[in-house]
């Protein structure tokens, strides 16, 4: 007689899947919010589709609840961040977290676990710098893991060969898929040694931090000034343009990978295969006009 078929639930699925990716002790647990969102209580076994995304907005969620066999939501940034005091249809979060629940969709956030990893979303911002590079080193080292050594938040990349700034913007841009990046420079403008780079908004990572060069999403106008003030540039892409490509150019393919190396010799689900598959509703909310 043969082993009985185990279904076991997309969450437990995904986070024992991501112990292998960006275990969640490498998250900046002190401030934020990493893990199950969200767990549906009535899971569809035979649905095999993720969808990952930025961020979880309405029309995200209506884009998961119209797939035919979504059954879990990977949402980098947290949709849950601080306490609720009700879960109401008239939120419209809220009304996308019941709904999705509802159809058995369950919600799961990396945020930070993924920016620390070695092979995260920090690492792959200085992509396009390792090959100049002589080394380059986390700016903060996250819980040391076995497996994961040199984890830690954000990157400073060393180069061989000085850049100058329009190289270096040109290569920033070209990774991106971006027309256009904000740029800020000292009066006396120099070449590019070294870079720190930090997804997201990076100001409060690079404080104490000596490069040439920050890359990171997005920092306030007063802290834009102290940096070229020390004389260090600054380019801005704007938040969630740091972040969004590495789900399509990384993340999709390595985590469809290990989803599958999961699936029982024994399951006997009709639809064995996990999807990964990137939101096309999510998007940056600022655009230039």
């Known amino acids: 007689m043969g082993n009985p078929t185990v279904h076991v639930t997309p969450l437990a699925l995904i986070r024992r899947v991501w112990e292998r990716i960006a275990p969640l002790r490498l998250a900046e647990t002190s401030w934020d919010n990493v893990g199950p ?4 209580p009535y899971p569809n076994p035979n649905h095999r589709q993720v969808l990952l995304t930025i961020d979880l907005t309405p029309s995200v969620a209506a884009e998961a609840l119209a797939l035919p066999s979504c059954s879990l939501i990977v949402s980098y940034h947290p949709p849950i961040f601080r306490g609720l005091k009700s879960f109401t249809l008239q939120d419209p979060l809220q009304n996308s977290l019941l709904k999705l629940s509802a159809k058995g969709i369950s919600v799961f956030s990396p945020h930070t676990s993924l920016d620390a990893t070695p092979n995260g979303i920090n690492n792959w911002l200085i992509k396009p710098f390792l090959p100049l590079s002589t080394h380059n080193t986390t700016i903060t080292n996250s819980t040391q893991i076995e497996g994961f050594e ?7 990349v060393h180069l061989a060969s000085p850049l100058s700034m329009n190289q270096a913007v040109k290569m920033v841009k070209e990774h991106l898929e971006l027309d256009h990046v904000q740029l800020a420079t000292p009066e006396i403008e120099k070449s590019v040694s070294s870079i720190a780079v930090c997804a997201g908004s990076g100001a409060s990572l690079f404080k104490g931090v000596e490069a040439d060069l920050y890359l990171t999403g997005e920092m306030s106008h007063h802290e834009v000034l102290a940096a070229i003030h ?18 399509s150019q990384v993340l ?3 985590l469809e990978k290990e989803l599958n190396s999961e699936v ?5 689900s009709p639809n064995g295969k996990w999807e990964v598959l990137v939101s096309k ?9």
């Not at 969102?37 to 549906?40: H, Q, R, T, V």
């Not at 040199?150 to 400073?156: N, V």
């Not at 509703?281 to 006009?289: E, I």
């Open 281 to 289: 509703a999510d998007r940056d909310p600022l655009r230039v006009v």
């Open 150 to 156: 040199g984890a830690g938040m954000g990157r400073i």
């Open 37 to 40: 969102m969200i767990e549906a």
């Open 264 to 268: 029982d010799i024994h399951d006997d």
């Open 230 to 247: 020390a004389g260090t540039s600054v380019i801005l892409t704007r938040h969630t343009n740091t972040e969004r490509p590495y789900l």
């Open 252 to 254: 999709q393919g390595w």
